[in-house]
């Protein structure tokens, strides 16, 4: 039998083995592992000798063509997914939005007309539920059954995405019976709130004061807040974008208990931080997102917490919004900066670079993180998340040595500037394949828009 395309001379890393082999695909699948598989019926060969293969990255926290603050998000499904796979990323889940008196229904259906014809590679959703009459948790379930297994929620942002605690309750109780996951925002959006008015009422008004009105403490308390809340619901919780270390203590003591609870960081937080605002004039709005970023110490905190399952998962939270024009809505007041910076690109050679080649983790521990354990987490896995027959054959031919120097001049997101401007990382994708198509070589897309598929996920997974 002959193969469609077939990887000679790889080394093969999954969460848990690192070998020698040949991966051949056919139909989109990986169909055989093995060294010296018959080379003479394979279309297309790939020599992966002293380069790894890896599964395709899975970013699960993407806001594409998202509107936020009167503008949105600068990439699109076209223009992200691309971006994703330069950096070795082949699956994303992205957020759709319910606006209040929406159905849940109606932010699947809109966030899938964005999505179709425009993905290169394979995409699902969240649903971000910001009004909860108990109609809608009859809707939670039918988009559960449809393979939107998983929900956003948000302590933060009053009046405009928060829901309150009660509501966050009864979401929690139903993703509890219906076998969902809730990912939640967890920062206290009141007190957060009360401190913004105090600090523009104080004339502070540049965009360092977006950090400094967001204190630790807010996210800690709500992200202890979710925990109660899912255990008093008998469900699991993944505390989204977590950037300081008082909030991974609370996590950590909450999977010291044994309870089901689940967090992801984000480079940013892993390499910025607050010194990032010592820039001149409004440059600091770049750095504009939330939760914001911290001390520097934090950096480490969160590092270790990756290297000991204390964080289970790194995604991005890319919500790339170009400096010109778009932060510049909020030059004369931070409350106004849209929240949000690019990072879809540079994950996997930003985790792997700090994580591997520093010597803080494994080559596996990578693999589980930006891939693995997403997929088991989100229903993806073994479909999406590891290199094995039957498998998606979404792998990355991944170069540990070469270097590269982040720049807004050669990377591929639609957005002006980079977050990482001039860090210089080791480890970046040579070749990235989404379900045996090729669709990054040599520095080329060669995909195509519309290749990209929606994925219903299966229920989470205890982990
Ligand atoms: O600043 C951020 N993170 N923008 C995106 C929305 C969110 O809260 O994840
Ligand atoms: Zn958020
Ligand atoms: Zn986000």
Redesign the pocket.
Known sequence: MGFDTLIVNGRVVTATDTYTSDVAISNGKVTAIGQGLPRENATKIIDAAGKYVLPGGIDVHT?LDMPFGGTKSADDFETGTRAAAFGGTTTLIDFAIQYKGQTLRTAFDAWMEKASGKAVADYSFHCIITDLPDAQLEEMNALVRDGVTSFKLFMAYPGVFMLDDGSIFKALRATAKNGGLVCM?AENGSAIDVIVQQALADGKKAPKYHALTRPTTAEAEATARAIALAEMAGAPVYI??LSCNEALEKVREARDRGLPVYAETCPQYLYLSIENFDVPGFEGAKYV??PPLREKWHQEKLWNGLKRDHLQVVST?H?PFCFKEQKELGRDDFTKIP??GPGIEHRMSLIYSGGVAQGRFSVNRFVELVSTTPAKLFGLYPRKGTIAAGSDADLVIFDPERKHTISAKTHHMRVDYSMFEGIQVTGMPDAVLSRGRVIVEADKFVGRAGAGEFLKRQLYSQQ
Do not use: I, R, S, Y
């Open positions: 806001h925002h989204v974008h997102f939330t939270d919500c929240n949000g």
